[in-house]
């Protein structure tokens, strides 16, 4: 197999949500842009970390890739495919290509049915016999080190990295190549999420997968994923290799967001840092064409708040969308 093939390709992708509020006769529309014009690729075999605070668009973002929300604007190629151009039936089969496991096991999970149906379900939508969903369940659940005997008992029986390890063994059912991992460990204890990123590191090795892997935690994001990218507010600031962006980060949000991550205080850092971006927020938004992260950023210049960056190559394989690069200071 190629290594350097591209899986997914995400061409130029947005997606604004508007969501109605306030009373029958007066209704307000607010629209947020979730993702705006954002790009990338996946490699076959490769881990793509995601990274950004709550809100960043991370989700939307992995979700449009999933197919399961339309962008607005852009394409999304899967091995080569704009799966916008398939059939119904043909969408069907390429669904099994790609799966899902959340931050909240129980978002895959039906706590009424037991382990077994629940990874059972999957194979059983395709077409699987009971007895050949059977033995599957079992081989699924030693993968990912449970105990098979146990597959009568019901997700709630088992501890919060346990339901982990069986929604990991839900969305490895009809043998994906890919898995958006939105915060798979984000809810666990520290030692338990490092078992979990060790099993899905195996697996990852094991079954040649290529993951979309979701964090708020840059640290984890360096551990784990060969590439990173930063989101700020559904715009994509800095990729590069893990290693890169966390050891030299290059963006002044990415410096600011690591600071979170390592310094203690972390939480009230971050919120003030918000809530300077609330207060500013307006002034950026006079000139729409201004960087998403001028209102906040230490290092601003007259020309953040006029023109927006453009994700550009500045080393190897190291991206920005930053002034401080791209064009010269005024
Ligand atoms: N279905 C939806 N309807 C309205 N707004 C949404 C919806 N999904 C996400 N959003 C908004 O889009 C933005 C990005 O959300 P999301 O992709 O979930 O971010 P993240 O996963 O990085 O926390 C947020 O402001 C969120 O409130
Ligand atoms: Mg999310």
Redesign the pocket.
């Known amino acids: 197999m190629n290594a350097q093939k591209n899986l997914i390709d995400v061409r130029g992708v947005s997606k604004t ?1 508007t ?1 109605k509020s306030g009373t029958f006769f007066r209704k307000a529309a607010a629209s ?1 842009k ?1 993702v705006n014009n954002v790009s990338l690729t996946i490699r076959k075999g490769e881990i793509l970390g995601c990274v ?1 605070g ?8 992995g979700r449009m890739i999933m197919r399961l929300i339309e962008p607005d604007d852009g394409a999304i190629l899967f091995d080569g495919t704009d799966l916008r151009t398939l059939s119904p039936e043909a969408m069907r089969q390429y669904r099994k290509r790609l799966q899902i496991v959340f931050q909240d096991p129980l978002q895959s999970l039906n706590p009424r049915r037991t382990v077994a149906e629940n990874i059972a379900r999957p194979l059983m939508n395709f077409g699987t016999s009971p007895a050949v969903a059977n033995r599957r369940v079992d081989e699924l659940l030693e993968l990912v080190g449970l105990d098979p005997r146990q597959s009568y008992r019901y997700p709630h029986e088992y501890s919060g990295g346990q339901c982990q390890r069986i929604a990991i063994a839900r969305a490895l059912a009809l043998e994906p190549e890919f898995l958006f991992l939105d915060e798979p460990v984000s809810a666990l204890d520290v030692s338990i999420q490092a078992q979990i990123l060790n099993l899905l590191s195996e697996l990852q090795k094991k079954l040649d997968l290529t993951f979309l892997f ?1 964090s708020h935690d840059l640290k984890i994001v360096k551990q784990f994923c060969d590439r990173t990218v930063v ?1 700020y507010r ?1 715009c994509m600031l800095e990729t590069g290799t893990s290693e890169e962006v966390y050891r030299d980060p290059k963006h002044p949000f990415t410096r600011d967001f690591l600071g979170t991550v390592l310094h203690v205080r972390k939480d009230s850092r971050w919120e003030q840092a918000a809530e300077r971006a609330e207060d500013l927020e307006s002034a950026t938004r006079q000139s729409e064409a201004g960087c998403i992260y001028a209102g906040t950023c230490a290092d601003r210049f007259q020309r953040c708040r006029e023109a927006a960056p453009a994700l550009t190559e500045i080393e190897g394989a190291r991206h920005v969308a930053c002034h401080l690069y791209s064009q010269p200071k005024q």
């Open positions: 949500f969501v947020t979730a950004g709550s809100g960043s668009g991370k989700s939307t973002l979701v989101m559904g």
